[in-house]
């Protein structure tokens, strides 16, 4: 397996302020990466797939990018309603996810 | 737009069989793959199987020889069966469906999850 690593585990952040969330592959995976949003009680929400790509509906505030074993997750000026854990996934082989990143207010 | 909706019993005894349906509605289950993951309380996302309508399946290694994930075309239905489950199955099941794109994929619709605790 793939295995993914997430940094940090958590971060408390303020409203406005620019959050960056990184992943890390055991391989290289080209750009086999999807970021979801989760919200406590709910369902994974897709926001990025193939490292860059931007879901349809989701804000322009959240980006991604990276290659090979080096991701990296964007959320510029947070929102209130962009407090939740965030994963990674690679889809290179038989889907895997980070452990999360909790973003939580500061 | 695509729904989907776990269905299934949420309290088993050890060694009982699991038996989810996840039922789509806003697409036809004929058009992409579609998979079964699993979240223990507090933890992070797990896979576990996909299905295509013509049967090709895959399974996460660590539950293949207990899996089982089928479709039934007529009802748009998938199902996701876990044999002999132990307290360690306990877990939100969630149902999702696979978009494919080229040698690209991602999970973009997901049911809203169910709760199944395995307790004695």
């Known amino acids: 397996d793939i295995q993914v690593t997430q940094s940090p585990s958590s971060l408390s952040a303020s409203v406005g302020d620019r959050v960056t969330i990184t992943c890390r592959a055991s391989?290289?995976?080209?750009?086999?990466l999807n970021w979801y949003q989760q919200k406590p009680g709910k369902a994974p929400k897709l926001l990025i797939y193939?490292?860059?790509s931007l879901q349809s509906g989701v804000p322009s505030r959240f980006s991604g990018s990276g290659s090979g074993t080096d991701f990296t997750l964007t959320i510029n000026s947070l929102q209130a309603e962009d407090f939740a854990t965030y994963f990674c996934q690679q889809s290179y082989s038989s889907p895997t996810f980070g452990q999360g990143t909790k973003v939580e207010i500061k | 737009q695509v729904q989907l909706h776990e269905s299934g019993p949420g309290l088993l005894k050890p060694s009982e069989t699991l038996s989810l349906t996840c039922t789509v509605s806003?697409?036809?289950?004929?058009?992409?793959?579609w998979s079964w993951f699993r979240q223990p309380p507090g933890k992070g996302l797990e896979y576990i199987a996909y299905i295509f309508y013509t049967g090709t399946t895959d399974y996460t290694p660590s539950l293949k020889s207990r899996v089982t994930i089928s479709a039934d075309t007529s009802k748009n239905q998938f199902s996701l069966r876990l044999d002999s489950v132990t307290v360690a199955d306990t877990a939100v099941y969630y149902c999702?469906?696979?978009?494919?794109?080229?040698?690209?994929?991602?999970?973009?619709?997901w049911g809203p999850g169910t709760l199944v605790t395995v307790s004695s």
């Open positions: 391989q290289r995976i080209a750009d086999y």
């Open positions: 806003g697409d036809s289950i004929t058009s992409e793959y």
């Open positions: 193939a490292s860059s």
């Open positions: 999702a469906r696979r978009r494919t794109v080229g040698s690209y994929h991602w999970f973009d619709s």
